[in-house]
């Protein structure tokens, strides 16, 4: 048996391609483990979104070249695209594969199993991949072996070029999977009996096929499957318009919305090249809560961008406490190489930008604790990803991390949605079932 190590950083749709190159592995001849574990090659799946996301990818991939010389590496992603010969120069065992030719790997189970399957086991360093036409969607997620909820790549790349961002770069411009493709993988993810389906991409809001945008996309995974719940990865303040908001109406799309919000100062948005200002912020957080009651809703904020005041900055945290966002996702602003705030200025004090980052991540516990208590005495839908003989464990429609009591054995109700009532939210959210006390 040969075992595959998986280890994946960065974002959902990141994750949601570990997941497809992890399905491509016949159980029979691969044991697919997490890359904490021995194995006898490792797939790493990095990500560019800041400076400190490529310092981690290359530490990690130095640290397992090191541990283990005689395992093949295979480094791809965003910043394989972008830090190639940084990365294959970590070690003579490390394949870099550039995100752009990912599609290469759906030949790796084949590759893999004549290097190291045979007798004659081929050093690391020998093993290369085929040619394949460069495909964005030609790795489908078939589930995931290291989730409950299944990932549906929709979209991927991006056209906007916000200043700050590499993405772009990395991934190339936007590209969207064929609607009935889009309806024919979500059928068969929930005919796998995943009750979770994760619409993702680099930037769903922009996701655009055959004359269909994302609003009429959602219409017809809804009415073409029937008990899947479905999450989306992020939404763009602009693209939060009165159609999708009715869309997402639909008693099947979870309470769980990420917007990418960046900044509270108008200035600031617009040196960020963002296509929004602040009130445009307001109104779609506006129209998110009026498609749910108390929807769960996350929000991006870059602190420190070049240029940005102590007001700038004010007017940010100013307007994440009054939109009383569920939490704050916050990163201290880094210059990332070929883009074009990487030559704006005046630049921001990394001990200031730090200073207000931690403020926001204060904030962010307060409002963390404020909306996880809004829901005590209420219902929610729990995806059950674990269980022990007392408890059960997952996460709610609407985004909370919820452990159970009261479930009839606990340990056997993994992928299982169940209806419980949240009875406590201090030091994380506790439910009964069933919700009603007989
Ligand atoms: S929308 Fe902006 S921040 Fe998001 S991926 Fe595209 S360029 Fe990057």
Redesign the pocket.
């Known amino acids: 048996m040969i075992r595959v190590g998986f280890h994946t950083f960065g974002c959902k749709l990141n994750q949601s391609e570990t997941d497809a190159i992890a399905s491509l592995f016949p159980a029979e001849l691969f044991s697919v483990v997490t890359a904490d574990q021995d194995a006898d090659a490792y797939v790493i799946n990095t990500c560019t979104v800041t400076t400190r996301a490529d310092h981690k990818a290359r530490a990690y991939v130095r640290a397992l070249a090191r541990t283990h010389p005689g395992s093949l590496l295979i480094v791809t992603g965003c910043s394989a695209q972008l830090e190639a010969d940084a990365l294959s120069a970590l070690g003579e065992n490390v394949t870099v594969v550039p995100q752009a030719e990912k599609s290469r790997l759906l030949g790796l189970p084949r590759v893999l199993a004549e290097a190291l399957g045979g007798a004659a086991r081929r050093r690391p360093g020998e093993v290369v991949l085929p040619e394949a036409p460069a495909d964005a969607f030609a790795l489908a997620a078939r589930g995931s072996a290291f989730r409950d909820r299944a990932h549906l790549k929709v979209q991927d790349g991006?056209d906007?070029?916000?200043a700050y961002?590499r993405?772009?770069q990395a991934r190339g411009p936007s590209v969207s999977l064929r609607p009935d493709e889009v309806l024919r993988r979500a059928i068969e993810l929930e005919g796998q009996g995943h009750r979770e389906i994760v619409v993702t991409g680099?930037?769903i809001s922009s996701y655009r096929a055959a004359g269909i945008g994302l609003p009429a996309l959602l219409r017809r995974v809804l009415d073409g499957t029937s008990r899947a719940r479905v999450r989306l990865s992020s939404l763009?303040p602009e693209s939060v318009t009165e159609d999708l908001a009715e869309v997402l109406r639909h008693p099947r799309i979870c309470a769980h919305f990420h917007v990418?919000v960046q900044s509270g100062s108008d200035r600031i948005l617009a040196r960020m090249r963002r296509r929004y200002l602040s009130d445009r912020v307001r109104d779609a957080v506006g129209r998110l809560r009026g498609s749910k009651r108390d929807p769960f809703i996350a929000a991006d904020l870059i602190v420190g961008f070049p240029g940005e005041s102590a007001e700038d900055f004010e007017e940010t945290r100013r307007l994440a406490e009054e939109l009383s966002f569920a939490t704050l996702h916050v990163f201290p602003f880094s210059p990332r190489p070929g883009t074009a705030a990487a030559s704006l200025g005046p630049a921001v004090p990394e001990r200031v930008r730090f200073e207000r980052a931690r403020a926001l991540l204060r904030l962010s516990r307060d409002l963390a604790s404020a909306y996880a208590r809004l829901w005590v005495e209420r219902d929610v839908q729990v995806l059950v990803e674990g269980g022990d003989a007392s408890t059960a464990w997952g996460v709610s429609d609407n985004y909370l991390k919820v452990t159970v009591d009261g479930l009839p054995r606990p340990q056997e109700a993994r992928g299982t949605l169940v209806d419980v009532r949240i009875v406590s939210a201090d030091g994380g959210c506790r439910a009964r079932f069933p919700r009603s006390r007989t």
Do not use: D, F, I, L
């Open positions: 991006c906007s070029w916000c961002c993405v772009p680099v930037n763009e990418p």
